[in-house]
């Protein structure tokens, strides 16, 4: 059975700094491009970032590139994503996600979320 398990949301002021983490088992974790995407209150689900399996290819979406990055620990089987300068429009439950392809990123597994909520 495929987990992935997010932590590291929270409550934070604006400027201040977060690192999500997204824990994976019952799969081949290595196999797999990560990404996690965020959902905020009325809006749609946001592809925010992706990670090749081997880490050597990135991508960062217009909305947070500059400030947030993704990165991946093969030998324990986790992705983070290393949030800095948080502004309140980046509250939102932040999901991680598998893809067996980074381009196009189609997420086979999913994440129960975590809420991550910027005060102003």
């Known amino acids: 059975q495929v987990q992935l398990v997010e932590s590291g949301g929270g409550l934070v002021q604006a400027g201040g700094s977060l690192r999500l983490s997204c824990a994976a088992s019952?799969?081949?974790?290595?196999?797999?491009?990560m990404g996690w995407f965020r959902q905020a209150p009325g809006k749609e689900r946001e592809f925010i970032a992706a990670?090749?399996?081997?880490?050597?290819?990135?991508f960062h979406s217009d909305s947070v590139k500059g400030r947030f990055t993704i990165s991946r620990d093969n030998a324990l089987d986790s992705v983070y994503l290393e949030m800095n300068s948080l502004k309140p429009e980046d509250t939102a439950v932040y999901y991680c996600?598998?893809?067996?392809?980074?381009?196009?990123?189609?997420?086979?597994?999913w994440g129960q979320g975590t809420q991550v909520t910027v005060s102003s």
């Open positions: 996600a598998a893809s067996h392809g980074l381009t196009p990123f189609e997420a086979d597994y």
């Open positions: 019952g799969l081949t974790f290595s196999s797999y491009a």
């Open positions: 990670i090749s399996w081997s880490g050597g290819s990135k």
